[in-house]
């Protein structure tokens, strides 16, 4: 069955550092996303991208943070300065279609554990 | 007002037994409702869309109540693999997902 994947399993950086997350979505899917979850909290969606851009942002997706797909496999989320804040479990998460209903599922990778210090 | 607010818990069962929890969801124009299931440190699973007239998958069963504005998951003859926290999502446009914070399930022998 196909899954998504994540790399690292787990990221240490020190404050300031850049660090990117990296994804591989389901092969046939054309929507993709990242969500993080603080430790003991619930999971919020950061961003969604569709056709080579982003279509939603939350308010948390502030300038430090980018996306790209850099080829016709890999999703990154970039963090361009880490703040003790961003330590967090983050998922990425794809899907075959979307509409202004939302009515698809999404599958979700296994995390990235990234741990500022 | 929370957008997806959950019970949460813990719902401690008995092996065998039904349990049954409730989310609620602010926004009426919402269409979409789905629960997924995490285990500790682990990815969000999907367990079940949600679908209008109510549906069923073994031994869960997820219905909606669009006036009321909530979703409700029933768990029958709880096994222990059932021990996990149960997430409400909430689908918005262009596929926003808002997750509630979940409802833990502690299935005891």
């Known amino acids: 069955e196909p899954e998504v994947t994540q790399t690292p399993s787990h990221q240490v950086t020190q404050m300031g550092q850049e660090v990117i997350l990296r994804c591989v979505p389901i092969?046939?899917?054309?929507?993709f996303y990242w969500y993080r979850q603080i430790l003991g909290q619930k999971v919020e969606f950061l961003v969604s991208?569709?056709?080579?851009?982003?279509?939603?942002k939350s308010e948390i997706f502030d300038d430090q943070f980018s996306v790209e797909r850099p080829d016709g496999s890999n999703f990154t989320l970039k963090i361009r300065s880490t703040k003790l804040e961003d330590s967090a479990m983050y998922f990425c998460?794809?899907?075959?279609?979307?509409?202004?209903?939302?009515?698809?599922?999404?599958?979700f990778g296994p995390g990235t554990r990234l741990t500022v210090t | 007002r929370k957008e997806v607010e959950q019970d949460p818990g813990p719902f401690n069962v008995p092996e065998g037994a039904t349990v049954a929890f409730n989310c609620t969801y602010s926004n009426s124009a919402s269409q979409s409702f789905f629960w997924y299931r995490q285990d500790c440190r682990k990815e969000p699973k999907l367990l079940m869309s949600?679908?209008?007239s109510g549906n069923e998958d073994g031994r869960f069963t997820a219905q909606l109540n669009r006036a009321s504005q909530y979703i409700s998951l029933l768990i029958r003859d709880s096994k222990l693999s059932d021990s996990a926290t149960y997430l409400c999502v909430v689908n918005g446009a262009w596929g926003k997902f808002q997750f509630g914070a979940g409802t833990q399930v502690v299935v005891t022998p």
């Open positions: 949600v679908y209008s």
């Open positions: 998460a794809s899907n075959p279609g979307q509409d202004l209903l939302g009515g698809y599922e999404q599958y």
């Open positions: 092969s046939n899917h054309l929507y």
């Open positions: 991208f569709y056709n080579n851009e982003i279509s939603e």
